[in-house]
C-alpha cells in the first residue's frame, strides 16, 4: 500500500517496534488518508488544527463508528509521537463519534453447538476452540502446537489482546480432535522438511533470538495454511497460519445451514463462553482471568446479557 518513502519509513519505524502487520497496515491506510484530506502537504507542516479537522471529518460527514475514528486517531498519534515526536493535543472542538452502548449477542449452548455441528471436520475443531476456550479470532490462528498442554488441559495464549499472554481451560471433549490435527500438522510438517521446507512464520525478534526454531515442529501452527507464502518482513518461504476469511466464509455456511437467525461472528463464540460460565455459576473474577480482560467492568457487561447482576442471583419470588 505504501508507495512513499515517507510511509514506507513510517512502515519500518513499526516493524522495529514489531507491531503486527495487521495493525502496520492500518495504520498506513489511515496515514495516508490524513495526508489526501489535507491536499497531499507533508504532515510535519500539519499541526492539532488539521487534526482535528480530519476527526472531525470522519465523524460528521463520513459518519464512522467511534472505534474507527479511535483506529484513525491512534494512527496519526503514532506517526506525531514516533517520527516527529510530537506530543498531539486534541482541540475541544474535536466532535467525537458517539459509541454505542450496546449488549454483545450470544448463543445458547444449543444453538452454539448446532452452528458448530454444520462445519467440516477442520473448522469444527476451530470454532469448538473459540467457544470452548473463550478464545479470540487472531488468538486462535496464531495457536502453536506448543501452546497445548494436555497434562495440564490448558491452552497457552501468546500475546493476546495488548500484548499479553495468559492461560485458559482445555475442554476435554476436545483433547481427541486436537491430538488429531496435531497428526496432520506433523505429516504435513515432514512433506515440507522432505521437500526442503518445513519454517514455519516467526516474529522477527523469535527468528533471530531462536534461529533454530524456525523448523522445529512444536513451533508450527496448529491451524497451518495450504500453501507456504514468503514472510512479510524476513522474506523467506515459510508456513504461515491459516487466513482469517477461510474462518468467516465457513462460518456464513454453517449459520445459514444452522437457521440460527441471530448475527454471529467468530467473536460471538467467546461472548457466548463467558455467559454460558456465568450461567453455569463461575466466579465472574475467573471470567475475567480466562478472557485477559483488564477491568472487570469489561467482563460485567455479560450479567446483563444473561439478566443478572452477579453471577447466580434469583429473584426471591424464584426460591
Not at 498519534?77 to 466532535?95: A, C, G, I, Q, S
Not at 486462535?140 to 501452546?147: P, S, T
Not at 518461504?237 to 437457521?259: D, E, F, G, I, M
Request: charged content about 25%; proline content about 4%.
Amino acid at each position: 500500500m505504501a508507495s512513499s518513502p515517507f510511509l514506507e519509513d513510517i512502515r519500518k519505524l513499526m516493524r522495529t517496534k514489531h507491531y503486527s502487520i495487521q495493525t502496520e497496515k492500518t495504520y498506513l491506510v489511515w496515514i495516508k488518508r490524513f495526508i489526501l484530506f489535507n491536499q497531499k502537504r507533508h504532515p510535519k507542516d500539519l499541526s492539532e488544527q488539521e487534526v482535528t479537522a480530519f476527526l472531525t471529518h470522519l465523524a460528521v460527514d463520513r459518519h464512522v463508528t467511534s472505534s474507527t475514528q479511535n483506529i484513525a486517531l491512534c494512527a496519526i498519534v503514532f506517526m506525531y509521537k514516533h517520527v516527529f515526536e510530537r506530543e498531539l493535543t486534541l482541540l475541544p472542538d474535536t466532535v467525537r463519534a458517539r459509541a454505542p452502548k450496546r449488549v454483545p449477542t450470544v448463543l445458547s449452548h444449543d444453538e452454539a453447538m448446532n452452528v458448530i455441528s454444520q462445519m467440516s471436520e477442520k473448522y469444527r475443531l476451530m470454532f469448538s476452540l473459540l467457544y470452548g476456550c473463550g478464545l479470540r479470532k487472531s488468538e486462535l490462528l496464531k495457536l502453536r502446537i506448543k501452546d497445548i498442554d494436555f497434562a495440564s488441559k490448558s491452552v497457552f495464549v501468546f500475546r493476546g489482546k495488548g500484548g499479553k499472554d495468559r492461560v485458559t481451560m482445555l475442554p476435554n471433549k476436545l483433547l481427541p480432535p486436537i491430538k488429531d490435527q496435531i497428526e496432520k500438522v506433523r505429516h504435513i510438517h515432514q512433506k515440507d522438511m522432505t521437500e526442503g521446507g518445513g519454517e514455519t512464520s516467526l516474529p522477527a525478534s523469535l527468528a533471530r533470538k531462536y534461529p533454530y526454531a524456525i523448523k522445529e515442529f512444536k513451533w508450527q501452527y496448529l491451524f497451518p495454511s495450504t500453501n507456504r507464502c514468503l514472510h512479510p518482513v524476513d522474506s523467506y518461504y515459510c508456513r504461515h497460519h491459516l487466513h482469517w476469511t477461510s474462518l468467516t466464509k465457513a462460518l456464513r455456511k454453517a449459520v445459514k445451514a444452522s437457521k440460527v437467525t441471530k448475527h454471529v461472528t467468530a467473536h460471538t463464540f467467546r461472548h457466548s463462553f463467558a455467559t454460558q460460565l456465568l450461567l453455569s455459576g463461575a466466579d465472574i473474577r475467573t471470567v475475567q482471568e480466562l478472557l485477559g480482560h483488564n477491568d472487570l467492568r469489561t467482563t460485567q457487561i455479560y450479567t446483563h446479557v444473561i439478566g443478572q447482576h452477579s453471577s447466580g442471583t434469583i429473584s426471591p419470588m424464584d426460591r
